[in-house]
């Protein structure tokens, strides 16, 4: 291991795939490493739908943890089918052998479990969810709820755009971009909406119709998702309702809103099991990071640099930071823990700040009337 972090203790506040990602290669090269995450249990059940790490960013890093064969043993390619709003399939794509692993789905706590199960026993600390970051003498104090605490001699914040303490980098605030999305879980598909489970063919499928965009995937770890995606709508969050209990409330939403689609989708969202919505937001890149910092800390992953999901990005994009950090961390290419840390944040506001404008410009072409999935997949064949 680098001498930077010999006898230094890194904390990584997020088990999500960017935290464990990094752990993971810390610990390769010998590093003390625990990640603080907030779930109760590694069993909790990670909300949201598949992710697709590319070829070129995510897959690195999983390389680099020599974890690429085993999420290409448990991730599923799949191709895609576009729809109408009548349920008439326009154009279906087939995965080929040539490009069946450049990105394909994986179940969100599918991932987890590989992450989890390569890291060193007792590196996760389980409902530790951190209220509050003070630097001390020469070390971080954490501070979780429920009393506990912990000391830290480095900080790696990775627990999404929600993060409490990213005061200490940056004064950029997140921002919504003016899209909503609704995401519902169906279990058991091919029970529960066997017309549309048959309609997927094991593929994504996608609609587009008058701003309104529908995106499905029938095989998440045995449950169908879908989202739809629209912009901010005229109803208060509150009048819209999107709690589990409300189940035919936020199904009759959603037929309201998409009264001339057809039967088939009307079908699916009252066979719906649990929605959720949220809007999409953003946090600006623009401004540079404080150079003051009483002790080395950093953000890496949607802490970083949130963006709307309309580039597949955010993921693979907070998967390079993990891979970039701890290159500089243990490579012997720097000289100190501030300077790893300064030429990593160098590196990620050009590519984060890149794909974050790729996601707000697909963001509102899409959300344009005329926008169609099947024109999109014509020009792109």
């Not at 326009?90 to 692993?101: A, M, Q, T, Y």
């Amino acid at each position: 291991m680098n001498k930077l972090l010999n006898d230094k203790k890194t904390a990584i506040i997020g088990a999500g795939p960017v935290g464990l990602t990094m752990a993971r290669l810390l610990q390769q090269a010998g590093a003390e490493v625990t990640v603080y995450e907030r779930d109760k249990t590694p069993e909790a059940r990670i909300w949201g739908g598949t992710l697709d790490l590319h070829k070129d960013s995510g897959q690195q890093a999983l390389k680099k943890a020599g974890l690429l064969e085993k999420y290409y043993e448990e991730s599923i390619p799949m191709g895609i089918v576009i729809a109408d709003k009548e349920g008439n399939i326009l154009k279906s794509v087939e995965i080929k052998p040539e490009n069946r692993w450049d990105n394909p789905e994986i179940n969100r706590n599918v991932l987890r479990k590989i992450l989890l199960e390569s890291l060193e026993k007792n590196t996760v600390h389980w409902d530790r969810k951190l209220t509050g970051l003070q630097a001390g003498h020469k070390k971080w104090n954490l501070k979780f709820e429920n009393g506990y605490s912990e000391t830290a001699d480095f900080v790696i914040v990775a627990n999404g755009g929600q993060s409490k303490v990213r005061k200490y980098m940056t004064d950029s605030l997140i921002e919504e971009t003016g899209t909503f999305i609704l995401q519902g879980d169906i279990h058991q598909p091919e029970i529960s909406c066997p017309e549309f489970f048959r309609l997927c063919g094991g593929k994504r499928l996608m609609t587009s119709h008058n701003g309104n965009l529908f995106i499905a995937n029938p095989m998440n770890n045995g449950s169908l998702t879908y989202g739809i995606i629209f912009k901010n709508p005229e109803e208060s969050r509150e009048d819209i309702k999107i709690k589990e209990s409300n189940l035919e409330e936020t199904a009759a939403f959603l037929s309201a809103r998409l009264h001339d689609w057809g039967r088939i989708y009307h079908q699916l969202f009252h066979a719906t099991t649990f929605f959720a919505g949220l809007p999409t937001r953003k946090i600006p890149i623009n401004a540079p990071w404080k150079d003051s910092r009483p002790l080395p800390i950093t953000l890496i992953g949607d802490a970083a640099h949130l963006m709307p999901p309309f580039a597949g990005q955010g993921v693979n994009i907070g998967l390079i930071d993990a891979l970039n950090l701890s290159e500089n961390l243990i490579n012997g290419s720097c000289k100190t823990i501030e300077d790893a840390v300064y030429d990593y944040e160098k590196k990620m506001f050009i590519y984060a700040k890149k794909a974050q404008s790729e996601s707000g410009k697909n963001e509102m072409e899409m959300r344009n009337p005329d926008f169609s999935f099947a024109a999109l997949m014509y020009h792109s064949s």
